[in-house]
């Protein structure tokens, strides 16, 4: 399972950065140096097999980026992005009943606190990825799509819940699955692929503003996964709104550069 999971993120990442080692045809050649901060929102759950019922946890996201321009083929620009980001993900369970309500306990008599369970997870998280842009480069608006891969490092974790095992309920929950609730993350390093969009408005003398949006598949899972394990599965879902600056540091001498 291993070996087809990486051997799916090596031909991800080759037809990624295809159009930058391709040599058939060479486009204007570039040497743009930009560098940066971001800063974002993150909704992440983990795919549980068997199944955990879930909504989407928020988290937030920062780091360092950099980006290098290498070349405009037609009317396409060729980057390559790389962040250094923490970020906070995990999962928030959906406790409800066989008809869909809410789960309390027994001597919660007045229906205040219905069952609740989160993990927030802390990362480290670099993607890696490459892009393609069309619009202005240096003054004015541009689209752009990226992709590539990411890994994290697992850095801490916290839970909230007000879960008493052994508590009992007015009305059991319809999901039995509750083994994810007391295991610590036994995996420590994730990966998988990050793919998204955006625009960017660029002022020359002042820098780059980008706004993006971007899914995260993960092809890790946090818990083993074992024949002798509970869960078959459970690899991460994000889904990331960020904001980010980028100054110049190197920038191609080309007085048709727009």
Request: glycine share 10%; proline share 3%; hydrophobic share 40%.
């Amino acid at each position: 399972m291993k070996s087809e999971k990486l051997k799916y993120l090596l031909s991800f990442c080759l037809l990624a950065f295809l159009p930058f080692i391709a040599k058939a045809q060479v486009g204007e050649y570039r040497t743009d140096l930009a560098i940066g901060g971001s800063a974002g929102y993150v909704m992440s759950n983990v795919g549980f097999v068997p199944d955990v019922p879930q909504k989407m946890l928020g988290g937030v996201t920062a780091g360092f980026s950099v980006r290098y321009t290498c070349e405009k083929y037609f009317s396409s620009i060729c980057s390559i992005v790389g962040e250094v980001n923490i970020t906070q993900a995990g999962w928030k369970e959906d406790i409800l009943d066989a008809d869909s309500n809410p789960v309390y306990y027994a001597d919660d008599v007045n229906k205040t606190s219905p069952l609740s369970y989160e993990r927030r997870i802390t990362y480290l998280q670099i993607p890696f990825m490459a892009r393609l842009g069309w619009g202005r480069e240096r003054k004015g608006f541009q689209a752009f799509i990226q992709a590539g891969p990411q890994i994290g490092v697992y850095l801490g974790e916290s839970t909230k819940t007000n879960v008493l095992l052994g508590h009992g309920t007015a009305n059991q929950r319809a999901s039995q699955v509750v083994a994810q609730d007391t295991l610590a993350v036994q995996n420590k390093f994730d990966y998988g692929i990050a793919a998204g969009g955006g625009i960017e408005l660029s002022f020359p003398k002042v820098g780059h503003f980008i706004l993006e949006g971007r899914y995260y598949y993960g092809l890790g899972n946090i818990f083993k996964n074992s024949k002798s394990d509970y869960f078959g599965k459970s690899n991460y879902g994000q889904i990331v709104i960020k904001a980010t600056y980028l100054f110049d540091i190197v920038r191609t001498r080309n007085p048709k550069i727009k």
